[in-house]
């Protein structure tokens, strides 16, 4: 049995509210009683079940009131409420809801709570896990096991055994015991050293990254149905648009505002860190951006004509063979220059390596031109997402430059989102024989190519915007050991046998 207060709208008036109190027996309603208490309804604060500070009502004393009724039901029902220090569950529940803001947390921590009350309740036969069992090895061995048995019901005991997700269940778990041994320090500490043992009888999972031959084939991929729900090739656009922005999240993408877009930058607060970024809008991805916004990219590529450029005089003898009576040299675009280039790498009957190196690069100093521009002609946009995976009104309340703390509404769209676009890339991976292309899977490749191409552990980390270099130096850890193949390659032939 357990009461709670809640606010009904009055029907005259939306803004204002009377508050009442209510009794229930797990489910069943008992008893629902009007506190005859009218505020607005902006003044309630549901989670805490008290009237928020305002000078506009008498707060102390509607909050009195209601600790009275808390307290009389309390003293009436000292049989009937059990206090959460007796149930480890109940504990855990309870602090979770006190102390964590982040809904995406939340629903993740309440997932591995729920599993928990399931194995205590379907194996153990308990309707409560009281704290002494939390002590025994037993316990959390056969939790571990149920976890990993529960997820993979159908899985052959032949396959290797590659997943981490049951000891991210136990960290959390772990995370709870901690804060109640902090919470109650007269009480004999519950040990938890013994939690973690046997993760390594879980293999590491190597991260899931694309490869030069896998990426040629995702550029490569063109799929053309007659199905409107077929949205297979805005996803690919849209994990290369990822893979060249510095691999960001899922969310972050997902979340891409206009105003997100200045001075030739992305410049947001990541999602999960609340860690400002900035990174350089390079042409790679105002091409893939161009796919969606054709309009705004030809406007960008016209803005930027070759006469606009300054050019040194030996680049405008290289080029002067380009001018014909169709279009003078200096009318000449960035599309015009790729044309032009094409002919020279495709023409075998001269030699064109020094004009060809000359044009590269010329075309590097217009494309940069044309991201800027683009840059700026996105940025110049009413506020509102880039992709189209989220609604805006749902979202409009989260500020520019804020760290986004999401509602449990608007952080079940998200997933929604993630999900779908998941959905996407995976029907292309299929289609184009890869194991797996996920969202997730461009931040892998970006920090892979970023290690290749040199990049030092504090340069990929800065890029990656992730909140301290550990965390980088993790992924780096993972990668496969192919990523040195070069390296090797270039210490052998440094030896003439």
């Known amino acids: 049995m357990y009461q709670f207060f809640y606010l009904r709208k009055s029907k005259s008036n939306e803004k204002v509210?009377?508050?009442?109190?209510?009794?229930?027996?797990?489910?069943?309603?008992?008893?629902r009683d009007s506190l005859k208490i009218r505020i607005p309804i902006k003044l309630w604060d549901e989670k805490r079940q008290e009237v928020r500070r305002s000078s506009d009502v008498d707060y102390e004393k509607f909050n009195y009131i209601i600790?009275?009724?808390?307290?009389?039901?309390?003293?009436?029902?000292?049989?009937?409420?059990?206090?959460?220090?007796?149930?480890?569950?109940?504990?855990?529940?309870?602090?979770?809801?006190?102390?964590?803001?982040?809904?995406?947390?939340?629903?993740?921590?309440?997932t591995v709570i729920n599993s928990l009350k399931k194995y205590v309740s379907d194996v153990l036969g308990l309707s409560s896990l009281p704290f002494e069992e939390l002590r025994k090895i037993d316990f959390i061995n056969g939790y571990k096991k149920w976890v990993f048995k529960r997820q993979y019901k159908k899985r052959d005991d032949t396959i290797t055994?590659?997943?981490?997700?049951?000891?991210?269940?136990?960290?959390?778990?772990?995370?709870?015991?901690?804060?109640?041994n902090e919470l109650n320090p007269e009480k004999e500490e519950i040990k938890t050293i013994h939690y973690a043992v046997g993760i390594e009888?879980?293999?590491?999972?190597?991260?899931?990254?694309?490869?030069?031959?896998?990426?040629?084939?995702?550029?490569?991929?063109?799929?053309?149905?007659?199905?409107?729900?077929?949205?297979?090739?805005?996803?690919?656009?849209?994990?290369?648009f990822q893979f060249f922005t510095s691999g960001l999240r899922v969310s972050d993408i997902l979340l891409l505002n206009y105003k997100h877009f200045n001075k030739g930058r992305i410049e947001f607060v990541v999602k999960k860190s609340g860690k400002k970024i900035s990174i350089p809008f390079m042409y790679n991805e105002c091409k893939m951006l161009g796919y969606f916004y054709p309009d705004e990219y030809e406007a960008a590529v016209l803005e930027n004509p070759l006469g606009d450029i300054d050019l040194m005089s030996y680049e405008v003898e290289e080029l002067i063979c380009v001018n014909s009576n169709k279009k003078p040299l200096a009318d000449l675009t960035i599309n015009d220059l790729v044309q032009f280039h094409q002919f020279l790498v495709d023409d075998r009957s001269n030699d064109n390596a020094r004009r060809i190196n000359v044009l590269k690069v010329i075309m590097t100093r217009v494309e940069k031109q044309v991201a800027n521009s683009m840059c700026r002609i996105m940025g110049e946009k009413p506020s509102g997402f880039v992709f189209d995976y989220l609604n805006y009104d749902d979202f409009k309340d989260l500020r520019i430059m804020d760290k986004k703390e999401?509602?449990?509404?608007?952080?079940?769209?998200?997933?929604?989102?993630?999900?779908?676009?998941?959905?996407?890339?995976?029907r292309i991976a299929n289609r184009i024989g890869i194991d797996k292309i996920t969202s997730h899977v461009s931040r892998h490749s970006f920090a892979y190519y970023m290690l290749d191409s040199g990049a030092t552990v504090e340069e990929i980390s800065f890029a990656l915007g992730h909140a301290s270099i550990e965390i980088t130096q993790s992924y780096i850890n993972q990668f496969p050991s192919r990523y040195s193949d070069e390296a090797i390659d270039r210490f052998g032939s440094s030896f003439n046998i």
């Open 17 to 31: 509210g009377t508050l009442y109190k209510a009794v229930y027996d797990d489910r069943t309603p008992i008893s």
């Open 67 to 110: 600790n009275q009724h808390k307290s009389n039901f309390l003293s009436a029902n000292k049989i009937a409420v059990r206090t959460n220090r007796e149930c480890f569950i109940e504990f855990a529940l309870d602090y979770l809801e006190k102390n964590y803001t982040n809904e995406g947390t939340k629903i993740k921590y309440t």
């Open 161 to 180: 055994k590659r997943t981490k997700t049951v000891f991210n269940y136990v960290i959390v778990i772990q995370t709870f015991v901690k804060r109640y």
């Open 201 to 240: 009888d879980f293999d590491n999972v190597e991260p899931r990254m694309l490869y030069p031959d896998e990426i040629s084939r995702l550029i490569e991929y063109n799929y053309s149905s007659n199905r409107k729900t077929d949205k297979t090739m805005d996803a690919k656009y849209q994990f290369l």
């Open 406 to 426: 999401l509602s449990k509404a608007q952080t079940y769209k998200l997933h929604r989102g993630r999900t779908k676009y998941n959905g996407r890339l995976t």
